[in-house]
């Protein structure tokens, strides 16, 4: 299976060098903005050239994945000009403004759809192919099924994942960490809030909406027989020893079917409990069995590979308590012990200080497998008999993913430049030879050389030191046909003039694309001030009766079943956010017969769903706010595919919301929420709660979810009330009812 790629993460530098060493085709990581993990340590401009440059083998992707301001665009441009230079081998983005600008402006970088995307059936990614995407990444919620029919019909690689920690909401679609603490999870600053507790109106107390991670190891064979291009592993906020650690285990089961790194391993670094999610197929959206469901509402974080069960607790004579149990792993000094506290809680954990065989009184550094051990327990510590022993860290396993080294110094890291030098009696001349109009001439009388075999040796010892990150030295020529000696420090100040030459005339080049693009920007048009009329619509959904209200258009979320009621005045039929690809061409039958009916102004939720309007011959079309528009740009994009109206995303703030009223789109005007519903979570995974439609937050704070149209909604009972930017379209959203 070795022409099937393995994608690593890379929070780090160091991360990136391990994921390699470990056997990773590919690594992907961010650079210090817009990534969507901002808190991962993340590269700069200089590391990320480096890496290239030290595993020419290797592929790195850049991650381009959060959503993008208005007011950050410059700065996006400034980053797409140095990605340009650098030349990774591709770009996951998010942001459709940001796709628009690779894909008009920096056409030579890659385009790969982020998972923040939405791409979750064969019509959304034709969408993103058409827009300039070759690769796609796949929501993680996909059966194989879904998988193979998307491979085979897209024309498109597909990356999926297949380790790693999971979101609870479909990536993309999360508000809750924006909407509750102020952190966007499209911005790379997620709270991780679905791995907090909540309380029932039971007074139970869980974690109803934490995930097991994914792991897909006994899978591979069918995602290759389905034609995956590029396995996932996810982990950018990860030890460089996590990445290795699982990495390697890949590697050995794609190289040779079986691995030495076995799970157990993988759980001596880190070990939630796992899932396959929905690879196998879809479960009933309700009564889902703990052993089958993918959520885990009782531990959280790291415990380790079980091990053992405590079978007494001794005392010595002096005083000290001793732990016996049957080790069934090896066991060494240092080596890190946990025990699952009662009730959920924190587990507890030591590290090994002394140990000894069962049978003996003197300690051991280390123990065999299958022998009944006897461990010193640190004073406090509440342990009883009939507890599980984890094996929390593994010195043994760490010594198999050694730290890898690198000297910076070793590498040629820049552009490839060739020089040619002329040696005259007046002087030298040295020019960049694939760049005809940078060259520098240096006065300096040049006598007869004694050895003038060692010219060129001489030349090309100066102008291998080119002195930046930017260049290195290509195909080298000297022309002394006078046979001339020229001093080290002639050469050296020659090279050093050429080299300033180059980075004035590449700068200036790369200032100039900047500006150019970044008057393309202002070219956008843009008003003083807002729309001085007010419109006013309202979204409900079939189960609802618009309230009364004198409403310009009403909005109604027909969701995939379900007959479509008369209503008086202005009605909009909204699609689903998710589509299945089974129940995708059942929908394109509804959205037929519906438009024969004569509804002919529709709402689009995601790429899918605005293709499918289109190809019906439907003109009318606006876009719900997960067809995220945060900036002109991405507006620019949205009007060309087009859309006439965008609702803007609660979560945008409101200086950005002010940006995008102004606005001056000749077929395209922005919608502002006054109310809705907030839906916080949308997920396909029923909460692990008896009583999920009551939960309670930590801080009193109150959420309720619920199931919608094969989706369940977490929401707060209450509906939001925004401050608006002026006037114009507003919108009031109670289609996410309680």
């Given amino acids: 299976m070795n022409d099937i790629e393995l994608l690593a993460p890379a929070g780090s530098f160091e991360t990136a060098l391990a994921a390699f060493q470990a056997g990773a085709d590919a690594v992907y990581l961010g650079l210090d903005a817009f990534s969507a993990r901002a808190e991962a340590v993340n590269f ?63 056409p030579s970088l890659e385009l790969h759809a982020s998972t923040q995307l939405v791409a979750h059936n064969l019509e959304g990614v034709l969408a993103l192919k058409e827009l300039g995407f070759t690769r796609v990444v796949l929501a993680r919620e996909l059966p194989l099924t879904d998988i193979r029919t998307i491979c085979q019909r897209s024309g498109v690689e597909i990356e999926v994942f297949v380790h790693g920690a999971l979101c609870y909401s479909l990536s993309g679609l999360c508000l809750f960490s924006a909407m509750e603490k102020g952190r966007s999870g499209n911005r790379g600053k997620c709270a991780y809030c679905c791995r907090l507790g909540y309380t029932d109106d039971t007074n139970t107390k869980s974690l109803p909406f934490s995930m097991k991670d994914l792991r897909l190891d006994d899978r591979l064979e069918q995602l290759k027989e389905a034609g995956v291009a590029s396995l996932k592993i996810e982990g950018r906020m990860k030890s460089p020893f996590y990445v290795a650690s699982v990495t390697k285990r890949y590697r050995e089961l794609l190289d040779r079917g079986t691995a030495a790194t076995t799970r157990a391993d993988l759980e001596t670094v880190f070990s939630r409990r796992t899932t396959h999610l929905y690879i196998d197929g879809y479960p009933p959206v309700s009564g889902q069995t703990p052993e089958n469901a993918p959520i885990d509402p009782s531990s959280l974080g790291h415990l380790g590979t079980p091990i053992g069960t405590v079978k007494r607790l001794t005392k010595d004579r002096d005083g000290r308590t001793w732990l016996r149990f049957h080790t069934s792993r090896a066991l060494e000094k240092h080596d890190g012990l946990q025990f699952a506290a009662p009730e959920g809680g924190k587990p507890l954990g030591f590290g090994i200080s002394e140990m000894r065989a069962a049978i003996s009184r003197r300690n051991a550094f280390e123990v065999r497998a299958g022998e009944d051990v006897e461990v010193l327990l640190p004073p406090k510590t509440e342990i009883t008999s009939g507890m599980t022993v984890y094996c929390s860290a593994s010195n043994a396993v760490k010594r198999r993913f050694p730290v890898p080294s690198f000297r910076p110094s070793e590498i040629a890291v820049g552009h490839a430049i060739d020089i040619a030098v002329a040696l005259t009696p007046s002087g030298l ?33 100066a102008f291998t030191r080119l002195g930046t990150s930017d260049w290195t030295l290509g195909r080298l ?69 618009p309230p009364p209200g004198d409403w310009d258009e009403i909005i109604v979320a027909i969701g995939h079943t379900g007959e479509v009621p008369e209503y008086d005045g ?31 102004k529709w709402e689009a939720a995601d790429l899918a769903t605005l293709r499918l309007l289109k190809q019906c011959g439907i003109t009318d079309i606006t876009a719900d706010w997960s067809l995220y528009a945060f900036n002109r740009v991405a507006a620019t994009q949205l009007a060309e595919l087009g859309i006439t109206r965008f609702v803007c995303s609660p979560e945008n703030e409101l200086a950005n919301l002010e940006a995008l009223a102004k606005l001056s789109l000749p077929t395209l005007q922005p919608e502002f929420l006054v109310q809705q519903a907030t839906p916080l979570f949308i997920s396909l995974t029923r909460p692990c709660a008896e009583h999920p439609e009551h939960l309670t937050g930590i801080k009193g704070d109150e959420f309720a979810a619920y199931e919608r149209d094969g989706l369940w909604i977490t929401v707060r009972p209450q509906p939001r009330h925004f401050d608006i930017p002026g006037t114009g379209w507003h919108r009031t959203d109670i289609s996410w009812d309680a």
Avoid: M
Wanted: glycine share 2%; charged share 25%.
């Fill in 44 to 106: 700069s401009s200089d590391q990320l050239r480096q890496l290239l440059a030290a595993h020419k083998d290797k592929r790195a992707y850049v991650t381009f994945n959060t959503l993008i301001d208005d007011a950050q665009l410059p700065e996006v441009v400034e980053k797409l000009a140095i990605l340009e230079d650098i030349h990774p081998h591709g770009l996951i983005v998010q942001d459709l403004g940001v796709a628009r600008l690779i894909h008009q402006h920096f």
């Fill in 477 to 545: 020529t000297v022309d002394d046909a006078d046979r001339l000696f020229a001093p080290a420090s002639v050469l050296n100040d020659l090279r050093r003039q050429l080299v300033e030459k180059l980075d004035t005339a590449h700068f200036a080049a790369q200032r100039t694309k900047v500006n150019e693009v970044l008057a393309h920007l202002e070219s956008i048009p843009a008003s003083d001030s807002a729309a001085d009329s007010v419109r006013r619509s309202l979204k409900i959904n079939l189960r609802q009766s």
């Fill in 429 to 461: 001349t040295a020019r960049a030879a694939n760049q005809p109009d940078v060259a520098v001439t240096l006065a300096h009388p040049l006598t007869p050389a004694q050895h003038p075999e060692l010219t060129f040796a001489a030349v090309e010892k």
């Fill in 570 to 600: 202005d009605v909009r039929l909204a699609l689903p956010v998710f589509t299945k690809e089974a129940d995708f061409g059942r929908l394109r039958t509804r959205v037929k017969n519906l438009v024969r009916c004569g509804y002919q």
